[in-house]
């Protein structure tokens, strides 16, 4: 059989069809009608923009829409200036950067804010719309970047969450069920799936013996129904559906519409050719793995096959 590891290319090269694409969203704030609608203008070909009146407002719509990438908030404000309102984002939206309009020299308040980390940059009134656009552009470059960056950090600790865990099973040899379900949820947790199915195979055809791990109340299995499932058996190699809605070979398939899985993984587990069990990785909303963390569920799964066969458990 051929490593199924160049297969990962053509994966990679589905997964990336869905990488965000939206524009990103930013909160302009001003008391003043006119230049609340001049920010929108100046802003809204290029990001998705929310408008807000006040600093009560704003944190209002910061409570309905969640984290935005950069807030441009005028200086002097009725009831709350801008830099009291934007030290009450940073708890909550600590990535968030922070832009000041301010036509006065309030420089007390903006350095305090700015010594605290509270603000990005301030900008005097009346600005220059070019000035304000790049230095925009800039806070979002960043805000990108510290995003970037977290995300790595967070798949770094899930990945070796994942492969201490296995390292901890295969040298412990836990129970079968324990086994099963340590390995549905390290999984499932590590690749931040809403439903994870690991169960056995023999003579190609599901057993019952299973573990499932969600995030939500209880896991439907239909796998033995799953075009996905049939070709992974098939072929003995990783099958994904990056945005199940689009995706026409499996138009029709009812259990993905009921069930709002939006992105399926099923990957084979298999040593020295012989399938042992599979692994089913479900997300509500289209997935976005990254190559080498198809490399590492590759990798993983191979793992847990030398793990079910030194240890006896699959007969």
């Known amino acids: 059989m051929d490593d199924p590891i160049p297969e990962l290319d053509k994966i990679k090269h589905q997964l990336m069809t869905i990488e965000r694409s939206k ?27 929310f408008k807000a009146y006040s600093g009560m407002n704003a944190l209002e719509v910061l409570a309905a829409e969640g984290e935005v990438a950069v807030i441009i908030s005028d ?4 009831e709350m200036k801008g830099t009291e309102f934007l030290s ?12 000041i309009l301010t036509g006065f020299t309030d420089i007390e308040d903006l350095v305090e804010a700015i010594n605290a980390g509270q603000v990005y940059k301030y900008i005097t009134k009346p600005w220059d719309p070019g000035e304000l656009k790049a230095v925009v552009q800039r ?18 600790n899930a990945q070796m969450a994942l492969l201490s865990l296995l390292v901890q099973v295969a040298q412990e040899t836990p129970s079968l069920n ?37 995030n939500r109340s209880t896991v439907e299995n239909w796998l033995a129904q799953d075009p996905l499932f049939e070709q ?44 042992l069990a599979v692994l089913s990785l479900q997300w509500q909303q289209p997935c976005t793995l990254r190559e080498d963390e198809l490399k590492l569920l590759h990798l993983s799964t191979q793992l847990v096959a030398i793990i079910l066969t030194s240890t006896q458990y699959h007969k």
Do not use: W
């Open 23 to 49: 524009k990103q969203k930013i909160l302009v704030v001003d008391d003043e009608p006119d230049n609340l609608d001049l920010l929108y203008r100046t802003f809204r070909r290029d990001f998705h923009v």
């Open 75 to 78: 200086q002097r404000m009725p």
């Open 88 to 99: 009450k984002t940073v708890p909550q939206f600590p990535d968030t950067v922070r832009i």
């Open 139 to 156: 806070a979002a470059e960043s805000y990108d970047l510290l995003k970037q960056r977290t995300e790595e950090l967070r798949r770094v």
């Open 178 to 214: 324990v086994t099963l379900k340590l390995i549905a949820t390290v999984f499932g947790e590590s690749f931040a799936a809403d439903d994870c199915i690991l169960q056995f195979i023999e003579d190609n055809t599901l057993v019952p013996t299973q573990a499932t791990y969600s």
């Open 232 to 275: 992974a058996i098939a072929t003995h190699k990783m099958q994904v559906s990056v945005n199940v809605p689009n995706d026409q070979k499996l138009a029709g398939v009812a259990h993905y519409a009921n069930s709002g899985v939006q992105a399926h993984l099923i990957n084979p587990i298999t040593l020295q050719d012989k399938l």
